[in-house]
């Protein structure tokens, strides 16, 4: 069993950074693929960033590549996410899941998720 809370989201302007933590709970974190979701109103939940469980490999979606940066510390059972130039279509609901194996932008393959925390990005 792995839960997760993440933290550090707000309002920020146009142009500028959040950096969002995710805390695991669970003695098998660092087994875990990680990766970040978020679903914007409206819309639906979409992949945003991943890491593999040494943290050597790491995804990105296409709209955030260059932005964001995904990264995961097993020793503080965090999974990370650094988001720079903030754009107003970044705003939505981020949450940090955990999956077996490498389901990267499959969805339905991860076991556990966080409850979400709030981005908001002003023009």
């Known amino acids: 069993q792995v839960q997760l809370v993440e933290s550090g989201g707000g309002l920020v302007q146009a142009g500028g950074s959040l950096r969002l933590s995710c805390a695991a709970s669970?003695?098998?974190?660092?087994?875990?693929?990680m990766a970040w979701f978020r679903q914007a109103a409206g819309k639906e939940r979409e992949f945003v960033a991943g890491?593999?469980?040494?943290?050597?490999?790491?995804y990105y979606a296409a709209s955030v590549k260059g932005r964001f940066t995904i990264s995961r510390d097993n020793a503080k059972n965090s999974v990370y996410l650094q988001m720079n130039s903030l754009k107003p279509e970044d705003t939505a609901v981020y949450s940090c899941?955990?999956?077996?194996?490498?389901?990267?932008?499959?969805?339905?393959?991860?076991?556990?998720w966080g409850q979400g925390t709030q981005v908001t990005v002003s023009s």
């Open positions: 899941a955990a999956g077996e194996g490498r389901p990267v932008r499959r969805i339905n393959e991860y076991a556990y």
């Open positions: 669970g003695r098998t974190f660092s087994s875990y693929f």
């Open positions: 890491i593999s469980w040494s943290a050597g490999t790491t």
